[in-house]
């Protein structure tokens, strides 16, 4: 792993040099994770003008390792900060002046002005550049390691899913739903969720982002659930949503078949040079169409791995296109208030029609169950 | 509740018009809830010259709502930022020039400089200020309310760790066993896990932030284990440390009576007015004198409230003294390599003498208990 670490450092160093910094300070905890491995909680890494380094906090031995069974990359050389308050960005802008760098550039949408005001003190004769998203921008494409910790996690996710099906659902609350399936990732093998599970129950299906609450499951609602596992930091997402009762009210079949097609059509439009924003109006105007506009989102779909909300945005002003390789959900939902709603949820990645077109990681079905 | 958010907003206010600014900006979150009530995610305050506007993001209708069954102050008027991706700062920078105001004060340890920047171009008739600490500093001294919310708090983490107790804990993982106290937790009323619940089993017992492995527990292990719940958004700890079999080894029930002596000082050593420094080397000499100076922690304990981590610290570089009505964990541990350790945490309210001393909230036993 340790080689893939270093391409990735000098992939951004050529990127730092070309805007005229010597050196770098990434400070952004899944940037540094991405271009060291695993590192302790508040590391930074100093990409120098001579050497490379990971600046870890000064804590005592005992602190808590990182995730157990990873550590960062072992051809890094690793420093402390002087001390458990001492900022380790300090440290690191003192290593970049005593290398000889003139200028470092920094993650200003990460750093805090307190932060930046700190690290200009601390190394005064240092001009202080922005490296902007330039490590975002890294981690949009990703590798085939990366892809199977991101495949690895699905797979979690959906068995976490299929075993809850099983079970007998009326009369439990959302937030127990919700407890159950991340005991349930960990049992499988996750680090833990990807991010809070959601499950939404009668009205509040469908609700993007719905935090559950202790209603309870009744006989004839929707339940929507939208979990994700980190898998070796790597985090994917999967939403489905079901009826609860023998036979779905027609309202319901209809709701349901809208959202299929809609999320059906943002899936089928992934291939690699489709506009990002191309992407998003497939599986919103099926909604749009049939007359849902008010009740959709800001965006359809979005980026996914050592963060659950990357790059790329599925949304109506996103720039750019979608490169193969890249995983991305598609997440197309419509919640009627007091009624409730319908969200679908895979993650993908976008391959070339000559690999067979987009890879579905989330493989749980997607026909409507009545449970 | 309004009138006590309003009263806080008085104080903050006259804060920042004693430091030259007539409009105040508070971004951070457990700060704005102090002065709003519970608000949606990414909502800003700003303290206007001339009202005061709690801005929103843009999101549509059916995003998920704030804690169940709670709300913002709602005599404070509410503005949506301009669309989902729009930022509620520069919203309410706008909104403040707009006012008239020529300065505005904004948290610079809370503000990305990128931030920042969009602020000054948002309303460049404005001069940025730094408000610094001034929220963090009113949240200090809590109310009987803020008190009320913290014991119930102490008191579901409480139950929920003697419900453990009762169970079988031999064979069981470190992450069944936290996965199974935050379930408890939600079971008990809490709105959530106060931070990641630690669980250490033989050589990693007693570490401090220590996250859960798949170890078993064993025979003859420390078992240590440190939770704490969230009520209406109020945070407390409870740390623990048990025996598992039958009989502790000797040098179990030393090192446990050692860290129990320590915390015993320093909780003994909580009187108003007491400096910060004294009550953490209160704890601390007493492992200091038997020999465990390098497994100390930078501090044993710090303030809680609407953060798990919270001024005042009890550390020895600390500044200030202790006021009554201020809650605090005091957590010391010794950590050994190899072998394990033990750490024990209480959550306490600072007290008069008068009012019969510092008022214990998580109350479970501090005998080493073999299980």
């Known amino acids: 792993m340790s080689e893939v670490y270093a391409v990735r450092r000098t992939r951004l160093r050529e990127c730092c040099n070309a805007g005229g910094?010597?050196?770098?300070?990434?400070?952004?905890?899944?940037?540094?994770?991405?271009?060291?491995?695993?590192?302790?909680?508040?590391?930074?890494?100093?990409?120098?003008?001579?050497?490379?380094?990971?600046?870890?906090?000064?804590?005592?031995?005992?602190?808590?390792?990182?995730?157990?069974?990873?550590?960062?990359?072992e051809n890094l050389p690793v420093r402390l900060a002087p001390g458990a308050n001492a900022d380790p960005a300090l440290t690191a802008a003192a290593l970049a002046a005593s290398q000889g760098a003139d200028s470092l550039a920094v993650e200003e949408h990460h750093l805090t002005v307190s932060r930046h005001r700190a690290i200009r003190s601390a190394a005064p004769t240092l001009r202080l550049a922005d490296i902007g998203g330039a490590v975002e921008q890294l981690r949009v494409v990703k590798d085939e390691e990366e892809i199977s910790c991101?495949?690895?996690?699905?797979?979690?996710?959906?068995?976490?899913?299929?075993?809850?099906?099983?079970?007998?659902?009326?009369?439990?609350?959302?937030?127990?739903?919700?407890?159950?399936?991340?005991?349930?990732?960990?049992?499988?093998?996750?680090?833990?969720?990807?991010?809070?599970?959601?499950?939404?129950?009668?009205?509040?299906?469908?609700?993007?982002?719905?935090?559950?609450?202790d209603r309870r499951v009744e006989e004839g609602d929707f339940l929507s659930v939208c979990l994700g596992a980190t898998y070796r930091g790597y985090r994917c997402a999967i939403g489905r949503t079901f009826v609860i009762g023998t036979a779905p009210a027609d309202w319901q079949i209809e709701l349901y078949d809208l959202v299929f097609a809609a999320q059906r059509a943002g899936r089928e439009s992934l291939v690699p040079g489709a506009a990002c924003r191309d992407v998003d109006h497939a599986a919103r105007q099926v909604l749009d169409s049939a007359g849902y506009a008010d009740a959709l989102q800001p965006l359809t779909g979005h980026g996914v791995g050592l963060e659950i909300d990357e790059d790329p945005q599925l949304a109506p002003s996103a720039m750019g296109k979608l490169d193969a390789c890249v995983p991305v959900t598609v997440e197309p939902g419509v919640h009627?208030?007091?009624?409730?709603?319908?969200?679908?949820?895979?993650?993908?990645?976008?391959?070339?029609?000559?690999?067979?077109?987009?890879?579905?990681?989330?493989?749980?079905t997607k026909e409507l169950l009545a449970l």
């Open 21 to 73: 910094s010597a050196a770098a300070l990434v400070s952004r905890p899944a940037n540094v994770r991405y271009l060291a491995g695993p590192a302790p909680e508040g590391a930074v890494l100093l990409l120098g003008r001579t050497d490379d380094v990971l600046v870890c906090p000064g804590t005592p031995d005992d602190r808590a390792p990182g995730t157990p069974g990873s550590r960062p990359d």
């Open 150 to 213: 991101l495949r690895i996690g699905a797979e979690i996710a959906d068995q976490a899913l299929g075993e809850l099906l099983e079970s007998i659902l009326v009369g439990r609350t959302e937030r127990h739903l919700a407890l159950e399936l991340e005991r349930r990732l960990v049992d499988h093998g996750a680090d833990g969720p990807a991010f809070p599970t959601s499950v939404g129950t009668g009205p509040n299906a469908g609700r993007r982002g719905h935090r559950p609450t």
């Open 336 to 364: 009627l208030p007091g009624r409730g709603g319908v969200r679908i949820d895979d993650t993908l990645v976008v391959r070339p029609e000559a690999d067979g077109g987009p890879e579905l990681l989330t493989i749980t």
